[in-house]
């Protein structure tokens, strides 16, 4: 069964970090496409970082340079997808979310706020 169990949230101040962590069971991060998608509040979905099963990264225009998206190699017990978030804008404030195929995590809410 397919679980992903997304975590790190919180709350910053602007030009903060942080690093959400997306920890999977079920299958094995390195050999599949993964994503992640935030959700603000009144705002549809919107795709952050993808990175592909042979490694290639996307990124949202908003987001680039700022934000890197990484998973741990084949054979990483701990099994899990990140995103680094640097220098973090009010307007990152949202829900996050990790994908893979059509599996969904529960969400983290980052708060970017002074």
């Known amino acids: 069964e397919v679980q992903l169990q997304a975590f790190g949230g919180g709350l910053v101040q602007p030009g903060g970090s942080l690093r959400l962590s997306c920890a999977a069971s079920?299958?094995?991060?390195?050999?599949?496409?993964m994503s992640w998608v935030r959700q603000a509040p009144g705002n549809e979905r919107e795709l952050v970082a993808s990175?592909?099963?042979?490694?290639?990264?996307?990124?949202?225009d908003s987001v680039k340079g700022r934000f890197t998206i990484s998973r741990d190699s084949a054979g990483n017990t701990h099994n899990t997808a990140y995103l680094q978030m640097n220098n973090l804008k009010p307007e990152d404030t949202a829900v996050y979310y990790c994908?893979?195929?059509?599996?969904w995590g529960q969400g983290t809410k980052v708060t970017v706020s002074s």
């Open positions: 994908r893979v195929i059509n599996y």
């Open positions: 990175i592909g099963a042979a490694g290639t990264t996307v990124y949202a």
């Open positions: 079920g299958f094995t991060v390195s050999k599949y496409a």
